[in-house]
Each structure stands twice: as C-alpha cells, then as structure tokens.
C-alpha cells in the first residue's frame, strides 16, 4: 500500500514540474525571450528527466530486492543488499548527470566506489563470482541540457 501511494505521488511530482515547464515555455505577450524563464525551464527539465531517472532506479531496486528466500541467511541477505546497493549507484549516477552541487556530485562519486566494493565483498563473502571488471562509472555524461 505504501508503495502504491509514494509511486502515485512520485508520478504526480512529475507531472507538476512538466506542466511548470510548459507554462514557462509559453511567448511572453511582447514576443521578447524571457531569460528568467528559459533558465527556469532548463532547470526544470533538468528536474523532470532527474526524476525520471530516480524513480526508474528505486523502482529496479525494489523489485531486485524481493528475493525469494533459499534457506540461506547470509546468501539471502547478499541477494537482497546487492540490488539495494545497486540502487545507491544508480542513484548516484543520475546526481551525477543532473546535479550541480559539486560537494554532493563528490558525495555521488563515493557512494559509486563505495558500494561497488561493498557488492564485490558480500558476492566474496558467499562464493559468487565476481562481475567482469570495468571502470568505475564515477564520470557520467552530462544530460545534453545542462551548461
């Protein structure tokens, strides 16, 4: 139920800072380009596709951590913080191509490393093997809108 509601009301967040980007792309009377207003769309554009993007993560994530339990408390317990921490990364790369606040897209950037390694020591801890290694995703591209 509760998650019922926060989609509704995530899905609802949405759609008011689309309809807001609409109504400041509307013509000023005088036919002048408002600055203020392209600056305000931009940002909430910026916020829409952010939105978009965070709740796509927690919606993977919370799917990915219904495992189904095996008897196992310790692998059960890696198949359900491994997504969670999956999550966190997902989350952390959409600050990363939206945010601005450089202490935050530092923050974003350890939170990446972090769980990564916190991933790869439960999957050690229970046997897994580890995923092929690859860079650390802490420099994503930045969405096409933001200067």
């Known amino acids: 139920m509760f998650r019922a509601i926060l989609g509704f009301v995530q899905v609802i967040g949405v759609a008011a800072v689309a309809a807001a980007a609409q109504q400041r792309s509307q013509p000023r009377p005088d036919g002048i380009p408002d600055p203020i207003c392209s600056s305000a769309q931009a940002e909430v554009s910026e916020e829409a596709s952010y939105l978009v993007e965070n709740e796509a993560a927690m919606k993977r994530m919370m799917l990915d951590m219904a495992a189904r339990p095996t008897g196992d408390i310790d692998r059960d317990f890696v198949s359900m913080m491994s997504p969670h921490h999956q999550g966190a990364i997902d989350m952390a790369q959409a600050v990363l191509r939206h945010g601005r606040n450089e202490q935050i897209r530092r923050l974003a950037q350890e939170i990446?490393?972090?769980?990564?390694?916190?991933?790869?020591?439960?999957r050690l801890a229970v046997g897994d093997p580890l995923p092929p290694s690859m860079p650390s995703p802490t420099q994503v591209a930045k969405s096409p809108e933001r200067p």
């Open 112 to 122: 990446i490393v972090t769980q990564q390694q916190e991933i790869a020591a439960m």
